[in-house]
């Protein structure tokens, strides 16, 4: 062990850690001590990496040794109270001035608490979203960290050299202060359910309708992935059509078991929403077909429920498949604007100030949801800062004019043959409820104020009133109760 050496380390040594660990040693002017609960990982990683030059820890306090002042280290272990017992553990060896960066999957929430927590010791703690998965974590992922300013002076210059480049501009920014950064990430993971299932909305209604095999499909989406819907989410799903299992000799994707897993933070994105009245409807159905998906005792006891009384056919592919590109499209745009409208609602919730352009821009490169489309949201924000409904940026109501035809015909096609696509379609009711004169809401009120004196207001006088339905149904002036 060399007394203060590395000018930073990383905790945790699983799959994440030792692949960041890895890419901060790559980079030009850093020392990276490592250390990880059981010693058999660090051992692993020095010996598989000797290019990397780390310098090995096997306790807290050879760890914080090793650190040049101030320390700063990266935390990537299991969320939850792992993460606790690591911060715990490092704030008694480490001193104020000092940074912990905790850069696993976080609820944002946490992460506000811990900030507070450690903030008290002198010590700066950042909560940091990192996607990216393996690959990212060790080319160049995408980083959205919070924290307070005075720890973006040191961590800004490291995060930015390990970060994935995007039309020459790293893929990291001071998100904004304590939870912020995890919020971003939070939200981030949320579109990239939206996404995902409505790619697989897409191709359930092309293999239904076309008869098309997994590795003709993967064709198409080879295609869409050289125009407007350009994603790395496009790119893998032409990857994994296209993919043949060894041992059936059949496609990959018709072996693979039809439920849907998830890790939770799609639910934490919807219960942040819910609690913040923000209607994410596309994340939403999204996490809820995963859910769907995964009970197959119910799937199986419904199995002979009656259905559609036509089967899906499609007499003009092209024409089909162009509908379903352009109703992918529209519904990602829904997807997006929805996501951005959270974390709106989120800064100004817990009072941060978040650069939406800047999100957008650190989301091109390095992370799940990276994609061409993105550039557009930057330009959105760029034009009109507070732009408060994304959707109504002038190139999306371009897209949407052009993509509704198709998107209204997918939908209806798909509720008419029996063929479930939630995310299509309850993006489209938001589209349509976004764009709604009246709403029925107006008649939900009267029912409010009929069953629980809820109390209205009115389109055509200011305050607040009430009807005496169980007496003589005359109108009063009344407090607002909401
Ligand atoms: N995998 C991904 O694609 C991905 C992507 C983005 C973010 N993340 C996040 O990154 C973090 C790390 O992910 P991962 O997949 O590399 O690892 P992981 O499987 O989530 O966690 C394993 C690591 O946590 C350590 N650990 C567990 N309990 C501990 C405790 N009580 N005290 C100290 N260390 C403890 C383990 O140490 P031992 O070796 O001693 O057991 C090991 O280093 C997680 O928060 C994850 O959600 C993962």
Redesign the pocket.
């Known amino acids: 062990m060399t007394e203060q050496s590395a000018n930073i380390g990383v905790v945790?040594?699983?799959?994440?850690?030792s692949n960041l660990a890895r890419n901060l040693a790559s980079r030009e002017g850093n020392t990276v001590a490592v250390f990880?609960?059981?010693r058999s990982?660090t051992d692993e990683l020095v010996a598989d990496h000797p290019e990397a030059g780390f310098v090995p820890a096997f306790s807290y306090e050879e760890f914080a040794a090793t650190l040049a002042k101030p320390r700063t280290a990266i935390i990537?272990?299991?969320?939850g109270?792992?993460?606790d017992?690591?911060i715990d553990s490092l704030v008694e060896v480490f001193e104020a001035g000092d940074i912990i960066v905790d850069?696993?999957?976080?609820l944002f929430t946490d992460t506000i608490r811990r900030e507070k927590a450690v903030r008290e010791t002198g010590i700066n703690f950042v909560g940091a979203g990192?996607?990216?998965?393996?690959e990212g974590a060790l080319l160049g992922p995408s980083i959205m960290p919070g924290g307070s300013d005075e720890s973006w002076v040191t961590l800004g210059p490291i995060l930015k050299s390990i970060a994935a480049v995007a039309e020459g501009e790293p893929c990291v920014t001071h998100v904004g202060h304590d939870g912020a950064g995890h919020f971003v990430k939070m939200v981030h993971n949320g579109i990239e359910y939206a996404d995902m299932q409505l790619i697989a909305e897409a191709y359930d209604l092309i293999r239904r309708g076309t008869g098309k095999t997994p590795a003709e499909i993967a064709d198409v989406f080879a295609e869409w992935n050289t125009g407007e819907l350009e994603s790395y989410l496009i790119e893998i799903t032409a990857e994994v059509l296209r993919q043949i299992d060894a041992e059936t000799g059949k496609p990959l994707v018709d072996v693979i078991l039809d439920q849907a897993g998830a890790?939770g933070t799609g639910a934490w994105t919807v219960q942040t929403a819910l609690s913040l009245g923000v209607p994410v409807s596309g994340i939403a159905e999204a996490t809820f077909a995963r859910s769907l998906s995964s009970h197959p005792e119910q799937r199986a006891v419904s199995r002979d429920l009656p259905g559609a009384e036509e089967e899906l056919t499609v007499d003009d592919v092209d024409a089909f498949i162009e509908d379903v590109r352009l109703a992918l499209y529209a519904s990602k745009i829904v997807a997006y604007s929805q996501g951005f409208d959270e974390i709106r609602a989120g800064a100004a919730e817990y009072d941060w100030t978040i650069d939406l352009g800047a999100v957008s821009k650190i989301w091109r490169a390095g992370c799940i949801i990276r994609a061409q489309f993105l550039n557009r949201i930057a330009d959105a924000y760029d034009a009109e800062p507070g732009l408060p409904v994304l959707l109504t940026a002038p190139y999306f109501v371009e897209a949407l004019g052009r993509a509704q035809g198709a998107w209204r015909r997918i939908v209806s096609t798909a509720a008419g043959a029996g063929i479930p696509a939630p995310a299509f379609s309850s993006s489209l009711s938001y589209y349509d409820g976004l764009r709604a004169e009246r709403l029925p809401a107006a008649l939900v009120q009267g029912q409010r104020d009929f069953f629980g004196a809820h109390t209205y207001k009115r389109i055509d006088k200011e305050g607040t009133f009430h009807t005496l339905w169980s007496g003589d149904r005359t109108e009063i002036e009344a407090e607002d109760t909401h």
Not at 12 to 17: D, E, F, P, T
Not at 103 to 106: I, Q, R, S, T, V
Request: net charge positive; aromatic share 0%.
């Open positions: 945790g040594l699983a799959v994440m850690g990880n609960r059981s990982k990537m272990v299991k969320a109270g792992p993460t017992a690591v850069g696993g999957n976080a990192i996607s990216g998965g393996e890790k």
